[in-house]
């Protein structure tokens, strides 16, 4: 028997596993894969404000603050110029450019000195009975049934994960949105093309310069989804990414062999309620964003932040009015970001349909942009993070 059973150990996992055990409150992770095919995951990793307070309130963040680049600001780009948006002057903040596959490396790592469970490999994972205060889990390992009784359970087991199914569908309602492209993402070990992030909305698609590191870079340019990576040999997305970044940013592009490339399709999505009688839902269990505005790291974190808050106030405080608040007070920053997310995805990609007018719109807006600092403000506000 446990308080809360986790299911997934993901960043939202892992960061409510920590939270919750930390304030004292009994919890149990059940994770399909093994520690090694979770740090496997390729993801991005600029963090917001609400993330790295969470890592430092858990007193987790020494890697973080010693590794992780501090951006000031970002560029949009338009094929000729680059339109910087400068966050730190327009919000008197900053984002924090940290691998996700690290933030997860340093949940891990601090799971066994801290004493939080993790069940690795757990197969077949199971809810039942969530709509009663005595839910329980089910899993196999080791060719065992398992049974875990517990008071709530959080689903942090992502967009194929059982919990969200566990929702009946008379209950819940889907808003989802596919994109008609896919970002082919590359990871060499070269040193970033800018020290700031690029995303570049050029005549022939998106590209986006990011990093890992000052020697590791990410980029990606967007291909229709009937593209096979085995047709990108590394040169044509080097020469495509020179093309699509504009003159200034090719010119500083360091080539190299690329560690890992793979094409990933783009959707929105969402998920309400995200509370259904002892089960709650964080993460990407619940909500998908394209990865334009950086955000699904750091929705998972503020999911997490509300569900902690709630269910200490029902495990220590006995106050169960947190928890029947939890899905609408997620929602309300869910929904924000998905807008943002999906807004930027349509400024920045070339879509099917469009045609020489919808161009000309995007080229209009991102000159309004460059003239605007209302505009920038807007941008840089929802980019640095909305409040929590
Ligand atoms: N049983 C147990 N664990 C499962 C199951 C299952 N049936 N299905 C999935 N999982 C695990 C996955 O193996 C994964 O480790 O749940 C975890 C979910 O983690 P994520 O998919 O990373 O989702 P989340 O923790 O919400 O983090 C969101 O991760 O995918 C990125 O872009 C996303 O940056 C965002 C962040
Ligand atoms: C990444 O570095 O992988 C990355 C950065 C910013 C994004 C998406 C991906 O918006």
């Excluded at 809810?127 to 049934?145: I, Q």
């Excluded at 998106?206 to 291909?223: E, K, N």
């Excluded at 590394?234 to 093309?243: F, P």
């Excluded at 495990?315 to 309300?332: E, P, Q, T, V, W």
Aim: net charge negative; with cysteine.
């Amino acid at each position: 028997m446990t308080q809360v059973c986790i299911i997934g150990a993901g960043p939202a996992g892992l960061l409510l596993g920590h939270l919750l055990r930390a304030e004292g409150v009994d919890c149990l992770v059940l994770e399909r894969q093994s520690p090694d095919y979770v740090l496997g995951r390729i993801r991005a990793g600029v963090l917001e404000r609400v993330t790295v307070d969470l890592m430092e309130r858990l007193g987790l963040d020494a890697r973080l603050k010693a590794e992780g680049l501090v951006h000031d600001g970002f560029n949009l780009a338009d094929g000729e110029r680059l339109i910087r948006i400068d966050i730190a002057a327009l919000t008197g903040g900053h984002v924090v450019v940290y691998g996700q596959t690290e933030l997860t490396k340093d949940l891990m790592d601090a799971c066994g000195p801290r004493g939080l469970e993790v069940v690795y490999e757990a197969a077949n994972v199971a809810l039942h009975d969530v709509e009663s205060d005595a839910p329980h889990v089910t899993y196999e390992k080791d060719g065992r049934l398992h049974r875990v009784d517990a008071r709530i359970i959080v689903g942090c087991d992502g967009f194929h994960g059982p919990s969200r199914k566990a929702i009946p569908a008379s209950v819940g309602k889907n808003y989802e949105r596919e994109y008609p492209f896919g970002w082919l993402g590359i990871l060499a070990d070269v040193p970033p093309c800018n020290h700031e992030l690029i995303y570049a909305n050029h005549e022939r698609g998106f590209a986006l310069a990011s990093m890992r590191s000052h020697t590791r870079s990410r980029y990606y340019v967007d291909v229709p989804l009937t593209e096979k990576i085995e047709d990108w040999p590394d040169e044509r997305i080097w020469d495509e990414l020179s093309i699509r970044l504009g003159p200034d940013a090719a010119a500083h592009i360091t080539r190299g062999p690329a560690l890992e490339k793979s094409i990933a399709p783009l959707r929105s999505f969402v998920f309400a309620p995200m509370r259904h009688g002892s089960l709650l839902l964080c993460g990407d269990a619940a909500h998908i964003v394209p990865p334009t505005g950086a955000k699904g790291l750091n929705l998972a974190a503020s999911d997490v932040l509300y569900a902690a808050q709630a269910l200490t106030a029902f495990f220590k405080r006995n106050d169960a009015d947190a928890i029947s608040g939890y899905s609408d007070k997620a929602l309300a920053r869910v929904w924000k970001s998905e807008r943002f997310s999906w807004s930027l995805t349509r400024l920045m990609h070339r879509f099917p349909e469009d045609g020489p007018f919808e161009r000309a719109m995007q080229v209009a807006e991102l000159d309004y942009i460059a003239s605007s600092v209302a505009a920038q403000t807007s941008i840089a506000e929802n980019y640095v993070g909305l409040p929590v």
